[in-house]
């Protein structure tokens, strides 16, 4: 177990590390056997001095969930489905209008304390699961919203729940090999997002001159393809764009591109698992810039791994440390709301998120 004692110290020696190197370390999968506790501490460690100096980590090698035809499947669709009619669209938008299920027009969303809207349009997917399970009688949960499947758009359905299984998948041993590192349990995150409440964005950057038709303005004043923000979630699992723009903010203030190779994946710290690590790993800003082609179109498919709705945040024992005060314990749903508040995605609906934990 790496105890408070042992990171606190450490945490100064690995950001020097790997700040001198300029760029988001690599981390090939294959190199550890994740089917032993000690492969998996050994991948587990790996991740978490990344995750110390940057936020970020960069991984390769992954044999389990994320590959690339099913990655590939989803630009496909993605391509079809963004190229519809605007009104046939606005169909699949939640009545929330929250972002939570199904697409969100262009200038829908903007990132916290920012005036500007973000370049972009996206579809969301959340947990899906066959009728009559017990997790869907949790009014917690938002119900999927689909293009209709008799117009051709089933493909689209298909390819969107095979990936979203795969990053599960991923998911639970990325936060299984920190568990068991961060406190010798390696349920410990890894139990919470089973039947999670992650959700999966595929977003489509138009082009600058598409933007410019669509902007009240006509021209781009500031506003470019996601402005700074940090994710809210345990950890985003990020396959590769179809083009370049990730940056993420250093602990010097500068911006640092992240460029990927291959079939590599991008993997970050959200808010939640900072909050849970009493912000031993830090949920860095980053953001998406514009390119320099006005014609150049992008797409992505971030993947916000949460827990399920009624899981209790709190700082473990092991991570505590009584020289620092740590957050009191939230339920994910009270914190998840509190921020898409912060964000505008929904309005304060006068809804006390503290009653679920009286329930």
Not at 168 to 174: C, D, K, N, S
């Amino acid at each position: 177990m790496v105890t408070i004692v042992f990171l606190r110290p450490c945490i100064t020696h690995l950001k020097e590390d790997h700040m001198a190197l300029q760029e988001v370390p690599r981390i090939d999968l294959s190199l550890f056997n994740t089917r032993t506790r000690a492969g998996r501490q050994k991948c587990g460690t790996a991740i978490l001095e990344s995750f110390v100096a940057y936020g970020f980590v960069r991984i390769t090698g992954h044999r389990i969930g994320m590959s690339k035809p099913t990655v590939q499947n989803v630009y496909e669709e993605a391509k079809k489905y963004f190229a519809l009619p605007e009104a046939e669209k606005l169909m699949h938008m939640s009545p929330s209008k929250d972002c939570q299920a199904g697409f969100a027009p262009f200038g829908h969303e903007h990132a916290k304390d920012s005036a500007h809207v973000d370049l972009k349009e996206f579809f969301t997917i959340g947990q899906e699961l066959p009728w009559g399970h017990p997790v869907l009688d949790d009014k917690l949960y938002v119900r999927n919203i689909w293009p209709d499947e008799a117009r051709g758009n089933e493909k689209f359905r298909k390819a969107c729940l095979d990936l979203y299984r795969e990053a599960e998948q991923l998911a639970v041993l990325i936060l299984g090999c920190l568990s068991l590192v961060l406190v010798e349990e390696e349920e410990w995150l890894s139990s919470m997002v089973y039947y999670g409440d992650t959700k999966m964005r595929v977003i489509h950057y138009p082009s600058l001159r598409k933007c410019r038709e669509l902007l009240p303005g006509k021209e781009i004043d500031g506003e470019i393809r996601s402005s700074p923000h940090e994710d809210i979630n345990l950890i985003t699992i990020l396959p590769w764009a179809t083009s370049e723009g990730l940056q993420i903010l250093t602990r010097e203030n500068e911006w640092l591109p992240i460029r990927t190779e291959g079939e590599e994946m991008v993997v970050n710290v959200g808010d939640m698992l900072s909050r849970i690590t009493n912000n031993l790993l830090p949920s860095t800003t980053h953001r998406v810039v514009n390119p320099a082609d006005e014609n150049e179109h992008r797409l992505s498919i971030p993947v916000f791994i949460h827990p399920r709705p009624r899981v209790r945040l709190a700082v473990p024992k092991a991570l505590q440390d009584r020289r620092l005060p740590f957050p009191p314990m939230i339920l994910a749903r009270t914190f998840l709301y509190e921020r898409l508040v912060e964000i505008g995605n929904i309005a304060d609906s006068g809804f006390d998120p503290t009653s679920l934990e009286r329930e």
